[in-house]
């Protein structure tokens, strides 16, 4: 198993004993007075922070309940603020969801929708001058991941490598690539290809859309993913069903036309829909083939 998923699974397996050391009323410190939730660092954390301010008043607003929000460190600290009850609500990738709904017994809520689908692909980005044009180009280059427990910023990308006969699931990357990097973002693995820091770039195809038009004329995508469920809403498994509920409507009102222009401060998607586990089949499927779940 390699280092990004040692990181991974052992970030994940300290949640996982912590509960049986802390005392049952942790995980119920929230008053459901007041609603907190937690974000990932897809972006730039400054926007996003600022962003938080606004979707946290329209909250307040229509739930009549106090509502904050922060952005973790990475995807493993949102699975363990929703453990933990730091958090009631967060939004994730299909990846942390799967690990958090096995680990801590934390339920989909919603779905977001891009494009008209609440499904995207994961691509491998390089520099349009890199003289890069298929995946055995990058054999000993450099390559810039998101986060080791992202679902298009890693495990996808990384198995187009594996489909294609270049690693085995389980291989440390870096007997194909020369180097390996976790960004800690979409924004910021990208960005390091469009700089020249690296020579490629594992993300989500909308990855693109965090580039300066002048980054994005120099940066093209030479492999894409299967489709994969787009990021959800994902709430701590004990929160209470009328809280959960009330947030369900508030989010969905987002699709009205009136308030439409607030989706853009939470990663902007065109909208939220419902959704079940049973979407993320596949993505469970994968998640074990790799070790991140083992039964």
């Known amino acids: 198993m390699n280092r990004?998923?040692?990181?991974?699974?052992?970030?994940?397996?300290?949640?996982?004993?912590?509960?049986?050391?802390?005392?049952?009323?942790?995980?119920?410190?929230?008053?459901?007075?007041?609603?907190?939730?937690?974000?990932?660092?897809?972006?730039?954390?400054?926007?996003?922070?600022?962003?938080?301010?606004?979707?946290?008043?329209?909250?307040?607003?229509?739930?009549?309940?106090?509502?904050?929000?922060?952005?973790?460190l990475d995807h493993a600290a949102a699975v363990e603020a929703l453990r933990n009850g730091t958090a009631d609500i967060s939004f994730m990738g299909a990846l942390p969801y799967v690990l958090a709904h096995h680990h801590v017994n934390a339920q989909v809520v919603l779905a977001e929708v891009?494009?008209?689908?609440?499904?995207?692909?994961?691509?491998?980005?390089?520099?349009?001058?890199?003289?890069?044009?298929?995946?055995?180009?990058?054999?000993?280059?450099?390559?810039?991941?998101?986060?080791?427990?992202?679902?298009?910023?890693?495990?996808?990308?990384?198995?187009?490598?594996?489909?294609?006969?270049?690693?085995?699931?389980?291989?440390?990357?870096?007997?194909?690539?020369?180097?390996?990097?976790?960004?800690?973002?979409?924004q910021q693995a990208i960005q390091a290809v469009a700089n020249g820091y690296v020579d490629a770039a594992g993300?989500?195809?909308?990855?693109?859309?965090?580039?300066?038009?002048?980054?994005?004329?120099?940066?093209?995508?030479?492999?894409?993913s299967d489709l994969i469920p787009s990021h959800a809403v994902i709430a701590r498994g004990d929160l209470d069903p009328s809280v959960v509920a009330a947030f369900k409507r508030a989010m969905l009102k987002l699709n009205q036309d009136d308030y439409r222009h607030l989706l853009q401060y939470v990663y902007g998607p065109d909208g939220y829909i419902e959704i079940d586990h049973t979407a993320f089949a596949g993505v469970e499927a994968l998640a074990r083939e790799y070790g991140y779940l083992q039964e």
């Open 4 to 72: 990004g998923f040692r990181k991974a699974t052992a970030v994940l397996a300290t949640a996982v004993a912590l509960c049986a050391v802390q005392p049952a009323e942790q995980a119920s410190a929230i008053s459901q007075d007041k609603l907190t939730l937690a974000f990932i660092p897809q972006e730039n954390p400054e926007k996003l922070l600022d962003d938080i301010s606004v979707i946290r008043d329209y909250l307040s607003e229509e739930m009549g309940m106090e509502v904050d929000g922060y952005v973790t």
């Open 203 to 224: 993300a989500s195809q909308f990855a693109e859309l965090l580039l300066t038009p002048e980054q994005l004329l120099e940066v093209t995508s030479i492999a894409e």
């Open 114 to 186: 891009y494009r008209g689908s609440p499904t995207y692909r994961a691509r491998v980005f390089v520099r349009r001058d890199s003289g890069i044009t298929r995946l055995a180009d990058l054999r000993g280059k450099s390559i810039a991941f998101a986060d080791p427990i992202s679902e298009s910023g890693y495990l996808y990308p990384l198995d187009l490598f594996a489909d294609a006969g270049f690693l085995t699931p389980g291989d440390d990357p870096k007997t194909f690539f020369s180097s390996v990097y976790f960004a800690g973002g979409y």
